[in-house]
Structures are given as structure tokens and as C-alpha cells.
T-cell receptor, first 115, second 111 residues
């Protein structure tokens, strides 16, 4: 069964450092997403991406965050200068379409720990 | 703003003891209600999508139902492998492609 692959599974970084989280979405999917889950809290939407541009973003997704699809297979989330409150599990997801039976398939997540 | 509230926060069942999980929602035009299962340290795994009041879907021991204000996930004769956190999420007219999640119900099924 097709799956969304995320790397690294766990990253520890110092406050103020840049981190890049990587995702390989399902190959024939067109829509890509990042969500995050702070320990013990809800899964929260960060950003959606379609046709090489951001289609929607939440208030969380400020200027410290950026996304990119550098090639035909990878989708990345960059945090420019990490803060303690960025510590969370970051989930990448992809879907085949937006309307109708649009089911998001999530990856296993990348746990980010900011010290 | 879309809101999703799940109850109970945690539920402990004996194997074979059926029960239901609740998801109440407030949205500006429901475009879909989703149930996901999440195991510890893993990403959400899709279970069901429901679109209109009265709709029902089943998969093995799970059955999801939908009304205009809430959804139920019924678990019949659960097994220990059904232990997980069950997440409810909605897509509405206020967020073209986004899902708004509830906090989830942590289910523990004891043998």
C-alpha cells in the first residue's frame, strides 16, 4: 500500500537553529500538507500546497516557516530559527484531490525537539 | 471558526465490551467528517469519511454514524488491538482543503 515517508524520525536542535523536515508524498498525489501535534494537544493544520504554491496556511505558519517542493518527489518544511515552542511532532500528508472523497494520508511523523 | 469536541477523553473497556465514542462539531457548512486512528508515535490512519446526516459506514468492529451536530464511532466487541487514540476531524466551507481535529479519545481495551 502506498505510504507517505518522512525523515528524520527524530531531530534534536538548539534554539535558533534552522531545521528542514523532509517528506516523500504518495507518487500520484497532487496536494501536500504539513500538520503538527504538540505533545498532548490536537493535531493542528500548518499549510497546504498545490501546483507549486501555498494554497492555504494557518496563523501558526508565520515567516519562520517555509515549504518547498524542490523536485518531483520531495516536499520539505523549513523552520528558519527554531523556538522552544516549535517542539512537536510534524506530520506530512498528501491527497489525490481536494473536493469529494479527499482522504489525507499521513506519514509517521518527524519529532522535533528544540533545546 | 470550526470546532470539534470529542468525548470521553479516555475510555477503558474489557475485551468484548461494546461502546461508543462521540464527536460533536460546529462548522460553517460541513464538507466531510473524518475518523482517524492514531497509534502512539505514529501518524493518523484513515478509517472513515461521512458527508451527510444519516450516513453510516462500517469496517470490521467499527461503525461510524453522522447527524447534523455529531458523529459516533461505535465499537462492537472490541479486541486489545483496537487500543489506540481515535481522532475526529472536519472539513468545512471555511477551510477549502484543511482538516480541523478534535483532541481524540484514547481507547484502551484490556484482555
Amino acid at each position: 500500500e502506498p505510504e507517505v515517508t518522512q525523515t528524520p524520525s527524530h531531530q534534536v536542535t538548539q534554539m535558533g537553529q534552522e531545521v528542514i523536515l523532509r517528506c516523500v508524498p504518495i507518487s500520484n498525489h497532487l496536494y501536500f500538507y504539513w500538520y503538527r501535534q504538540i505533545l498532548g494537544q490536537k493535531v493542528e493544520f500548518l499549510v497546504s500546497f498545490y501546483n507549486n504554491e501555498i494554497s492555504e496556511k494557518s496563523e501558526i505558519f508565520d515567516d519562520q516557516f517555509s515549504v518547498e517542493r524542490p523536485d518531483g518527489s520531495n516536499f520539505t518544511l523549513k523552520i528558519r530559527s527554531t523556538k522552544l515552542e516549535d517542539s512537536a511532532m510534524y506530520f506530512c500528508a498528501s491527497s489525490g484531490r481536494v473536493s469529494g472523497a479527499n482522504v489525507l494520508t499521513f506519514g509517521a511523523g518527524s519529532r522535533l525537539t528544540v533545546l | 471558526e470550526d470546532q470539534v469536541t470529542q468525548s470521553p477523553e479516555a475510555l477503558r473497556l474489557q475485551e468484548g465490551e461494546s461502546s461508543s465514542l462521540n464527536c460533536s462539531y460546529t462548522v460553517s457548512g460541513l464538507r466531510g467528517l473524518f475518523w482517524y486512528r492514531q497509534d502512539p508515535g505514529k501518524g493518523p490512519e484513515f478509517l472513515f469519511t461521512l458527508y451527510s446526516a444519516g450516513e453510516e459506514k462500517e469496517k470490521e468492529r467499527l461503525k461510524a454514524t453522522l447527524t447534523k451536530k455529531e458523529s459516533f464511532l461505535h465499537i462492537t466487541a472490541p479486541k486489545p488491538e483496537d487500543s489506540a487514540t481515535y481522532l475526529c476531524a472536519v472539513r468545512s466551507n471555511s477551510g477549502y482543503s484543511t482538516l480541523t481535529f478534535g483532541k481524540g479519545t484514547m481507547l484502551l481495551v484490556s484482555p
